[in-house]
């Protein structure tokens, strides 16, 4: 695993850094895998997991410097080539991060630019410091950030939209309003609110905490009916189970 991505146990809690503070975390394609080694390297009594950003900024997005290499002879890249290099690794980490069994909290400080707003919409809960700023600027170059919003599918359709054309920057008190975000905090108490839902979670039963995740992840798609026989079931499983 690469150097720019830390991970470490923390009691029930397992911690995923960036760790690029230098460069306000822009993501290289070799921290694209190591995200995803983390993630898949969740420990089975693990209770939650915590995604962080070392330094002033969350992150600033990816490295356009460490673009792979997706050509040969100087040819363009083929759809294939780039589909294969650059989008289905980025699509398998969105994946990993939704599917984990528990959930997975963002705290986010500074700047979430683009992959750093998908990572933080693509969370399960994100914390969020009043001075964090959040922005999807792939527009002003022309490209269309399918990526990102494959990640952002909890967030409000209209919210996205203006995050996308408009290509602006929005403070946490407005990513709060169209869901990007789940609770905006003064600067100075992200980390202690941060701690205290962590501590929260760790407190609570495994078997109860991945039920949530579980519920949480389907039932939204569920018809009325189907999600009433899904609840039931959940919680008839977790009781029987103790």
């Given at each position: 695993?690469?150097?720019?991505?830390?991970t470490?146990?923390?009691?029930?809690a397992?911690?995923?850094?960036?760790?690029?503070?230098?460069?306000?975390?822009?993501?290289?394609?070799?921290?694209?895998?190591?995200?995803?080694?983390?993630?898949?390297n969740?420990?089975?009594?693990?209770?939650?997991?915590?995604?962080?950003?070392?330094?002033?900024?969350?992150?600033?997005?990816?490295d356009?410097?460490?673009?792979?290499?997706?050509?040969?002879?100087?040819?363009?890249?083929?759809?294939?080539?780039?589909?294969?290099?650059?989008?289905?690794?980025?699509?398998?980490?969105?994946?990993?991060?939704?599917?984990?069994?528990?959930?997975?909290?963002?705290?986010?400080?500074?700047?979430a630019?683009?992959?750093?707003?998908?990572?933080?919409?693509?969370?399960?809960?994100?914390?969020?410091?009043?001075?964090?700023?959040?922005?999807?600027?792939?527009?002003?170059?022309?490209?269309?950030?399918?990526?990102?919003?494959?990640?952002?599918?909890?967030?409000?359709?209209?919210?996205?939209?203006?995050?996308?054309?408009?290509?602006?920057?929005?403070?946490?008190?407005?990513?709060?309003?169209?869901?990007?975000?789940?609770?905006?905090?003064?600067?100075?108490?992200?980390?202690?609110?941060?701690?205290?839902?962590?501590?929260?979670?760790?407190?609570?039963?495994?078997?109860?905490?991945?039920?949530?995740?579980?519920?949480?992840?389907?039932?939204?798609?569920?018809?009325?009916?189907?999600?009433?026989?899904?609840?039931?079931?959940?919680?008839a499983?977790?009781?029987?189970?103790?």
């Amino acid at each position: 695993m690469t150097k720019d991505i830390n991970t470490s146990r923390d009691g029930a809690a397992w911690r995923i850094e960036l760790n690029r503070p230098d460069c306000g975390n822009l993501v290289t394609p070799d921290m694209v895998a190591a995200l995803a080694e983390g993630f898949a390297n969740l420990p089975a009594d693990a209770k939650v997991i915590v995604l962080s950003g070392k330094g002033a900024d969350f992150c600033k997005g990816r490295d356009p410097a460490a673009a792979p290499e997706t050509g040969s002879g100087g040819k363009l890249p083929s759809a294939l080539q780039i589909r294969d290099r650059v989008g289905n690794p980025v699509v398998g980490l969105y994946t990993l991060i939704k599917e984990a069994p528990v959930p997975v909290v963002a705290v986010v400080q500074g700047a979430a630019h683009g992959f750093g707003a998908a990572l933080t919409g693509c969370c399960d809960i994100a914390l969020a410091a009043e001075s964090a700023r959040f922005r999807l600027p792939e527009m002003t170059k022309g490209l269309p950030p399918t990526l990102a919003l494959a990640a952002l599918d909890r967030v409000a359709a209209k919210g996205v939209g203006y995050l996308v054309y408009s290509t602006a920057e929005v403070d946490a008190r407005t990513a709060q309003a169209m869901g990007l975000v789940s609770l905006a905090v003064p600067d100075g108490q992200l980390q202690a609110e941060a701690g205290k839902l962590v501590a929260t979670i760790s407190g609570q039963p495994l078997d109860a905490v991945r039920a949530v995740k579980e519920f949480l992840r389907f039932a939204p798609q569920m018809e009325p009916r189907g999600r009433a026989d899904f609840a039931a079931s959940v919680i008839a499983g977790v009781l029987s189970s103790r």
